[in-house]
């Protein structure tokens, strides 16, 4: 069974522009959440989706969104990027949100 | 208010020695899931174990050991006779009646060989 998989691994951005990360969940899995690490920060909440609808949101701004798509892929959108914006963003997938999450190994974001 | 309290942010061992990492939780949940997590270098989070509020056995699994204590909320996790591939960081957290994960700042373990 394939684990989750981030794409892309790598990405490197200047100020103000916009990104789009990818997620495809374990097959079955109808959560994904998403995660900021930063040194400073730690793992930080973003959002979770289950059935193309987000259930649960963290404390960030709105230049960052999300959908789900009907196949359960996910992505992640950052608008007008800050220089703290650069983190590593993981994805999680779990059966209904409750269960276990199952992480990627992340992309790792950097901007200029 | 969900939080997860790990207070050891690192943490360093001579291989072979046992290591004790501390996670202390708020909530007030009475149904809760309580998880431990291994970030190696390459980053991703490897899922270890998961705990219910209402499953207080101590578990084993190999050289790996929790002890879930509700009185004293907290869910420690012990490393038997460490070795250099333990060394990560390792993340507690804790999801409760809002399906939302709340994870520690990690406990970052380096075994010296």
């Known amino acids: 069974k394939a684990g989750v998989t981030q794409t892309p691994r790598y990405l490197i951005k200047t100020r103000g522009q916009q990104v789009t990360l990818s997620c495809s969940p374990i097959?079955?899995?109808?959560?994904v959440s998403w995660y900021q690490q930063t040194p400073g920060q730690g793992l930080q909440f973003l959002f979770e989706?289950?059935?193309?609808?987000?259930?649960n949101k963290g404390n960030f701004p709105g230049r960052f969104s999300g959908r789900q798509f009907s196949n359960s892929r996910s992505e992640m959108n950052v608008s007008t990027l800050e220089l703290g914006d650069s983190a590593l963003y993981l994805c999680?997938?779990?059966?209904?949100?409750?269960?276990?999450?199952?992480f990627g190994a992340g992309t790792r974001l950097s901007v200029l | 208010a969900q939080k997860v309290t790990q207070a050891q942010t690192e943490i360093s061992v001579v291989e072979k020695e046992d290591v004790t990492l501390d996670c202390v939780y708020e909530t007030r949940d009475t149904t809760y899931y309580l998880f431990w997590y291994k970030q190696p270098p390459s980053g991703e989070l490897v899922f270890l174990i998961r705990r219910n509020s209402f499953d207080e056995q101590n578990e084993i699994s190999g050289r790996y050991s929790w002890n879930f204590q509700k009185s004293t909320s907290s869910f420690n996790f012990t490393i038997t006779a460490s070795q250099v591939v333990d060394s990560a960081v390792y993340f507690c957290?804790?999801?409760?009646?809002?399906?939302?994960?709340?994870f520690g700042t990690g406990t970052s373990l380096t075994v010296i060989p």
């Open positions: 999680a997938s779990s059966r209904d949100g409750k269960n276990i999450q199952y």
């Open positions: 097959s079955g899995h109808r959560s």
């Open positions: 957290a804790l999801s409760g009646a809002g399906n939302q994960f709340y």
């Open positions: 989706y289950f059935s193309e609808t987000q259930r």
